[in-house]
């Protein structure tokens, strides 16, 4: 909840913005956000006023409450974009057992798990590297940032979030290099200016969440606790600890036409639980927020997640080695520090100002055991980030009645720093042998930030349209290291964005969306010099690589109503896309015996030719009698090269569907259908992988029974019914099968209204 | 190598407890002589068998037009992994076995790390089967826990050959034995380039690059008159040898070639490869063998002498159940013989009973 205002051009969307809320919110987010914040939507919709402001509300409470939850301060999700949103409400309807789980029911989103432990979610065909991840407005991608999926979504703590916006489409924009396949804002969990206590000199309101889970005999709890002062200072504080186990599924899947079961995961004598499953992870956050005025205020925050014993599935065991053989990730934090500004100025320039200083570390011990040969393989790699940011807008100008316009602005810059060393270990004799490299090269250093503008116009009720800029400036160094034959890398690049976009008739049932895109992401330091074993086959560094640049097209349709729904197409070029290519074994750096042993080797190069993706995605959701809602979503994307061949890993045709029943005292109940067809169109690269079955991918649907009653508002309890068909199921690209018939169960205790 | 040897949790170089193992000094070896003399006259008036593929002599067989006929193996893809695992075993066999000095213990030190890097060879000893014996029941592998110790023969790699390895180099390291260990990890990595390439003969007929790694694993990718790895021993000994198991390889390509199918279909064309591979292979190993009894007979360096026992104290166990098929008798006298002490060998004995399980190649 904070009290920085979204600039004027939102603003204009204040009770526009109520109205657009109500909209995104009935038509992308979840169902219980509609049921709960939005009342009579049609007597809200009759409200709108095109040109509120801050002043139009009668106190800043009604500003806020309505203008809460819509918007990421400084980091503000334009609504003339393909997006939408998982509040709250719908994680404690859905009750995700991680980030990236929490984003599996929206559209255009697919979620891949190389590991029980991780998961990354491809937007619009692509994930990792082309996606961004931000917390509370501050990057999270960082030079270390590979190819294809990765496991850091998984570090943000579901329990923390308030909300998840995910924005489909480029946003290099607005937030720089990475944001060609679209970004994911996380909103973070915050001490509230708690209106019970208002007034009062203190308040102090404790919680607790337990939770189990049958499939992978997890069980875990947070306690946390918000603590308000003189209506000046708020704190919200936690801790959380997760215990989980082997992860049982369905069994093993099988290839689309072949029938021919992967060879990853490996299973237990059951033919049920997966090997290379399971870890513990505990979490703890500090947010505090101080404010003199209601306009302006100061924060604290501090998250660490830290994961321990998190095998790789594919890689525990690899597909042929022995049983006991295992990459296990022994160690995966991330600490983030930082402190924020926010507030709004009577001033030409800046009504509004949003300034953040961040630290982060990201930091990654892995573990290659090799019990019969008496050997563990073992790699540090820390990630040190340093991040300034200032956020801003004008006021908004009025030339006339019938039209206005705003400017956004911000710069931001971010410092990385690496360590990484790699090691072996002779178990038997206690012997280690230092490599002359890690994963990345020691004391790398990679500079990237940028400079942008946006600019937002409204032409009467009927138009609004949008056009911005970036100036991004971006610095790789690495020292070399003649024993491996890696080079040294100094490189620089300054590229330049842009995007425009227009929404037609924003205000009315049926409204047309256009935008052009053009996006991008510099290569960093894992494209430049990290060596590394991937499920394809191992990869080798290229020093040479140039950014890779995205155009997106893309044109949606929203209605509103009782039948909300929003249907988008969307056709991206790549141009220099960094992709995978194979290489001969002399092609191989020295001092890696790896790289020629391995059955594949890549490297990663600049395509000669454009790639595309192309697709489809539609949401549709409706109101219906007696406490029901349903909603369901679809997306479909394409992806081929210059030369007709797939593009890697792009998710099959796949959607939800979720109804939900609720009544007044207090009963909830659900079901929700998640569904996927085959994939087969492969690219090379998904071929020589064993996470995908030999001929392709199998389509599943899988169905949860959710049941949830809230006996008072300091008491909840929620149980689902996971795959009640037990249903064996994999999401493409995926080293890991769903879970398999199991509950899950989730008591809140404490004030559950916060939620 | 771009190595740096320190303690485990310590990679930044706080010690190198290298120095302190790498003890010994620089003694040159009396290496006791490996004569190609040691063969049999019989292998030299063999021919080949009607069914075999003979690529070097143009219309001498009865094998289809096939892309082995200009006598060189075109592989199937263009790279083959196994390449660099023969050539580690080289790297190692220089280190250890091939050293003209005693190995020190760093020599030991920097074969392991080589063995043992990763997917390197020591990877696939882990996982490497013996096709000559039957399978675990469907659905079972030697990499499931519990098979290996279920089927040690099948399961050779991880039951026998790993353990071996293991033993050999945590001695070694230890400064107990360099000669002998070092010829115990020759053996046993010998046995496994030998299995290995039969597995991969085996199953190209599901995975056609297999059978490049074959191919790879005799001799490395190379042609017929260059060999590295157990293509150069056996060629150092026998070239009559070695060009049959060459002859085999390039039928085991001219079947694929002829059964391009992703999953072959004409299995009897590949029985006749691989019978072509065995019957060739097995007589060279049998040679390598004998080479070495003949060698210990005539050893005059009671340390190398033993040395050269200790390969056989790996081999012989491991070619009882195939000796077995010709003849229960040799095989019991070579076992015996191996068991024994070094004074105790009969020299005449042996050879007899390797003789009479002599096959042509």
Redesign the interface.
């Known amino acids: 909840m904070n009290v920085f205002r979204p600039p004027d051009n939102v603003g204009i969307h204040v009770k526009t913005g109520f109205c657009c809320f109500l909209v995104m919110a009935g038509l992308l987010s979840g169902i219980a956000t509609v049921r709960s914040d939005t009342g009579d939507e049609n007597a809200v919709e009759n409200d709108v006023d095109l040109f509120a402001d801050v002043e139009d509300f009668e106190s800043y409470e009604e500003f806020e409450s309505i203008v809460v939850g819509s918007e990421i301060p400084g980091a503000a999700l334009s609504p003339i974009r393909a997006r939408s949103s998982v509040t709250r409400d719908d994680m404690d309807i859905r009750r995700p057992g991680s980030a990236p789980d929490a984003v599996r029911y929206e559209p255009g989103v697919f979620v891949q798990q190389t590991a029980h432990s991780q998961g990354s979610a491809y937007l619009r065909g692509v994930t990792g590297q082309q996606t961004l991840l931000l917390f509370d407005g501050i990057r999270l991608n960082n030079s270390t940032y590979r190819q294809g999926p990765n496991q850091y979504f998984f570090t943000l703590d579901s329990a923390t979030i308030d909300r998840i916006e995910v924005m489909r489409g480029g946003g290099s924009t607005r937030f720089g290099s990475d944001a060609m396949g679209g970004v994911l804002l996380v909103r973070p969990l915050e001490p509230v200016w708690n209106p019970v206590v208002e007034g009062r000199p203190f308040a102090w309101d404790p919680e607790m969440t337990l939770s189990m889970a049958t499939a992978d005999r997890s069980y875990g709890g947070r306690m946390a606790s918000q603590l308000t002062l003189l209506d000046s200072v708020a704190v919200y504080g936690g801790v959380g600890y997760r215990d989980v186990d082997q992860l049982r599924s369905g069994g093993p899947i099988r290839g689309v036409q072949t029938e021919e079961a992967p060879l990853v995961p490996r299973f237990a004598p059951d033919g049920r639980t997966q090997l290379g499953t399971g870890f513990d992870e505990w979490t703890a956050d500090f947010v505090l927020r101080y404010r003199k005025t209601r306009t302006r205020e100061w924060k604290l925050a501090l998250y660490t997640y830290r994961q321990m014993d998190a095998p790789r599935t594919d890689q525990c065991p690899a597909a042929h080695a022995p049983f006991d053989h295992c990459l296990m990730y022994d160690e995966q934090f991330r600490n983030l520090v930082y402190v924020a500004h926010e507030g709004e100025y009577r001033n030409p320039l800046f009504r509004g100002l949003r300034t953040t200083l961040s630290f982060q570390q990201q930091h990654e011990r892995r573990s290659l055991h090799r019990p019969g040969a008496y050997v563990r393989d073992t790699g540090i790699d820390d990630v040190y980030t340093l991040g300034v940011t200032v956020t801003g807008y004008t006021p908004r100008i009025e030339l006339g009645s019938q039209f206005a316009y705003q400017f956004e602005y911000g710069v931001d810059t971010y410092a990385d720093r690496l360590r990484s060393d790699a090691w072996t270990t002779f178990t038997d004799i206690g012997y280690t042998v230092e490599r002359s490299r890690g994963q990345y090269l020691n004391q790398s250093s990679y500079l990237y930030g940028g400079a942008f503008t946006e600019a937002t116009m409204n032409w009467t009720r009927w138009i609004t349209g949008r056009v911005g800029g970036r100036f991004s400036w971006i610095g790789a160094d690495a020292p070399g290291d003649p024993e491996s034959g890696t080079s040294p890398v100094h490189r620089r690049w300054f590229p330049g964005v842009w995007n425009i976009g227009m929404e037609l008739a924003p205000q009315r049932p049926v409204s047309l969306i256009l935008n052009v895109d053009r996006s991008f992401r510099a290569p960093n330091l894992d494209d430049l010099t990290s060596r590394q074993q991937t499920g394809p086959g191992f990869q080798f560094e290229n020093a040479k690589l140039d950014a890779e640049r995205s155009m997106t097209v893309e044109a949606g349709l929203r209605t509103s109503g009782v039948i909300r729904a929003e249907l988008w197409g969307f056709l991206s070029f790549i141009e220099d896309a960094i992709v995978r290519s194979p290489h001969d074994v002399q092609d191989c750096p020295p001092g890696t015996p790896q790289c020629q042993t391995s059955w594949n080797r890549f490297q990663l190069v600049n395509a000669d030719s454009r790639s595309q993706i192309r697709g489809v995605e539609g949401v549709l959701q409706t109101l219906l009698p007696w406490g029901f809602d349903a909603r369901s979503t679809i997306t479909w994307t394409f992806g081929e090269d210059g030369d007709g061949h797939p593009i890697s890993r792009i998710p099959p045709l796949n959607g939800t569907m979720e109804l939900l029943w609720r009544h007044s005292i207090g009963l909830s109940s659900g079901a929700a259908l998640r569904w996927a067809g085959p994939q087969t169109r492969l690219a090379l690269a998904d071929v020589a992988d064993e996470r995908i079955p030999t001929g392709g991918t199998p389509g599943f649907a899988v169905l949860d029974i959710r049941l949830g009653y809230r006996a008072t508002s300091d008491l909840r309890a929620t149980l689902i019914l996971e795959n009640l068909l037990g249903t064996a199921y994999r999401y493409h690209g995926s080293s890991v099968n769903g879970a398999g018939r199991g509950i899950r169960f989730v008591v809140d205790i404490g004030p559950v209204w916060r939620r | ?13 706080e010690g190198n ?2 120095d302190e ?1 790498d003890t010994s000094g620089s003694i040159e070896r009396n290496r006791c002589p490996l004569e190609t003399a040691a063969l049999t006259a019989d292998i030299e008036e063999c021919s080949p068998n009607p069914t075999d593929y003979l690529p070097e002599t143009p219309g001498a067989d009865t094998w289809p037009a096939c892309i082995s006929d200009d006598n060189q193996y075109h592989r199937i893809e ?4 196994s ?3 023969v050539e ?1 075993y080289d790297a190692i066999g220089a280190l250890l076995w091939n050293n003209p000095m005693v190995p020190t213990i760093s020599d030991f ?1 920097e074969a ?3 063995l ?8 696939r000893v ?2 490497r089967y013996d096709v000559f014996f039957e399978p675990p029941s469907a659905g079972a592998s ?4 519990g098979i290996p110790a279920q089927y040690p023969d099948y399961c050779v790699g ?1 039951s026998l050959l ?1 353990p071996w390895i ?1 033993e050999a180099f ?1 001695q070694a ?2 400064g107990e034995g360099l000669l002998q260990n070092a010829a115990r990890i020759h053996a046993a990595l010998q046995w496994f380039m030998m299995i290995s390439v039969l597995k991969e003969a085996t199953t190209c007929a599901v995975t056609p690059r297999d059978c490049d790694s074959a191919w790879a694993y005799y001799a490395g990718g190379t042609q017929r008159d260059t060999p590295i790895g157990l293509g150069a021993e056996i060629r150092n000994m026998s070239r009559q040898v070695h060009d049959r198991v060459v002859d085999g390889l390039l039928a085991l390509r001219c079947w694929r070639d002829l059964d391009s199918a992703n999953t072959a279909m004409n299995l009897d064309l590949q029985r006749l490869a691989t019978s072509q591979i065995e019957n060739a292979l097995y007589p060279g190993m049998m040679l390598l063998i004998r080479q070495r009894f003949v060698a210990l007979a005539r050893c005059g360096d009671e340390t190398e002498a033993e040395a050269i026992l200790e390969e056989l104290r790996v081999l012989v166990p491991l070619w009882d159940s195939r000796i077995r098929i010709w003849s229960d008798e040799s095989a019991e006298t070579l076992l015996a013989q191996v068991g024994g002490e070094l004074a105790e060998i009969d020299p005449i004995a042996v050879l007899d009973a390797l003789d009479s399980v002599m096959s042509c190649p």
């Open positions: 190598m771009g190595l740096a040897a320190c303690r485990e949790e310590a990679p930044a170089g407890i290298g193992l263009d790279n083959v992994s390449i660099a695992r580690a030190l392991r790390i080589l043992d890097s990763s997917e390197g060879l020591g990877s882990d996982r030697c990499g499931d826990e991880p790993r293991n945590s390291l230890s």
